[in-house]
């Protein structure tokens, strides 16, 4: 294994731990759905891990060949597009809060998170297949691509604008635009000689995003200035 295919997967897993440390001492209550991310994400990259190294052992072709990496990855994969695609979901109804829109937009993005899980397995099939899992993969990516629009229009929109907010919502929108962009590369440039490049780009752009959520949730940002001493002092999440 080479140092450019090592390393998106250990610098997003320390990133990772760092923000969920992060999010434990600021503001667990405020973003749950990206601490659980934190989690599901450190099982996938571990999971994958140690089925890489295992099926490695006995050799490339092995490797290559090897039906349970295969079934790994691709689950990984769909299940990482889907917590970016709820994730999307989940800040836009943070944004709107205290707009007049937010209970019938919820209603909207609720219906959209549904459709979202249950459209793979009504478009596609056979089921849990490699072919099953690029659909359902791409389908997910496009669709927080898109939704990653509306948050942002959504935050345009609203006049007061919480700093912390908008660099979480930064960050995902790095994660999705990258998983797009990775995926609209795939399908133009399918050769196996060119995969490499284009798995690192969404593998960069996936630490470029935790990197952005560590450093919004940095202790710095969490801390008010006091009023009557000017000093800052910690925000109670």
Request: aromatic residues 12%; proline residues 5%.
């Amino acid at each position: 294994m080479t140092f450019l295919a090592i390393f998106p997967p250990a610098s997003s897993a320390i990133l990772l731990l760092a923000l969920a440390i992060l999010l434990l001492r600021s503001a667990y209550g405020q973003y749950p759905l990206l601490f659980a991310y934190c989690f599901v994400e450190l099982a996938i990259i571990i999971c994958e891990g140690v089925v890489f190294f295992s099926v490695a052992a006995g050799g490339s072709r092995a490797y290559q060949s090897s039906l349970r990496y295969a079934y790994v990855y691709w689950s990984g994969d769909l299940l990482h597009d889907l917590m970016l695609f709820l994730l999307v979901i989940t800040l836009t109804y943070k944004t709107l809060e205290g707009s007049p829109m937010r209970s019938a937009t919820g209603r909207v993005l609720t219906i959209i998170g549904v459709a979202a899980v249950a459209l793979p397995f009504v478009l596609f099939h056979p089921f849990f297949t490699a072919r099953w899992f690029g659909h359902a993969s791409q389908l997910l990516s496009l669709g927080a691509a898109a939704m990653n629009l509306l948050l942002w229009t959504a935050i345009i929109g609203t006049k007061k604008r919480d700093p912390q907010l908008l660099m979480v919502s930064a960050g995902v929108g790095i994660a999705v635009t990258g998983l797009a962009i990775s995926w609209g590369l795939a399908l133009q440039f399918p050769s196996n000689s060119v995969r490499w490049l284009i798995d690192l780009l969404h593998g960069l752009t996936h630490v470029a995003g935790n990197a952005i959520w560590c450093w919004a949730f940095r202790p710095a940002l969490n801390r008010q200035p006091d009023r009557s001493t000017g000093h800052p002092v910690a925000s109670q999440a």
